[in-house]
């Protein structure tokens, strides 16, 4: 009797896994067609930049090369969106650490000696983040007009051997 029932629940648990991944696949056989041509993430990319458009339309971008020139140049500001345990480990030299959160919670206040019409690139850790996107919108809203957000993150700008600097 014992195997029975055994071979019931193993028949019935096989039964429902079966089930399940048929409607997993059905549900999202696009995603995983295109996973088999090798043109998923091509495709996430397009769709992350499509949100991007959508949700940051009027944040301009720079990509590592134009961060790095602009660095170079020394007359940029430099903020970190990452959150501060990540900041205090390795960042972009000469940057401040500034979150979407720290900048909704001080407001102006860390903000206060900054001009107005300084330029200002935000990243954050890596092409997939949109931390930088945040803080750039939010500087804006709080009267920054030249503001732009470095899409290739940290990972890039460490990656290429650029600059970088550990917080005190």
């Not at 940029?76 to 990452?82: E, V």
């Not at 957000?149 to 550990?166: H, L, Q």
Request: charge should be negative.
């Amino acid at each position: 009797m014992f195997r029975r029932l055994l071979a019931q629940d193993l028949t019935w648990g096989i039964l429902i896994l079966a089930l399940a991944l048929g409607l997993g696949l059905q549900s999202h056989w696009p995603l995983v067609r295109l996973g088999f041509k090798g043109e998923l993430a091509s495709r996430l990319d397009e769709w992350r930049d499509q949100y991007r458009q959508a949700e940051f339309g009027e944040i301009q971008t720079v990509n590592l090369k134009q961060a790095y020139a602009l660095h170079r140049q020394g007359q940029t500001l430099f903020i970190d969106a990452r959150p501060r345990s990540e900041f205090r480990e390795l960042h972009i030299a000469g940057a401040i650490n500034l979150s979407p959160e720290d900048l909704q919670d001080s407001g102006d206040q860390r903000l206060s000696g900054i001009d107005r019409q300084c330029q200002i690139v935000v990243y954050c850790g890596q092409q997939n983040c949109d931390a930088s996107f945040e803080v750039a919108e939010l500087l804006q809203a709080q009267g920054f007009s030249q503001v732009m957000a470095f899409t290739g993150g940290f990972r890039a700008w460490d990656e290429a051997g650029y600059p970088v600097d550990i917080a005190p």
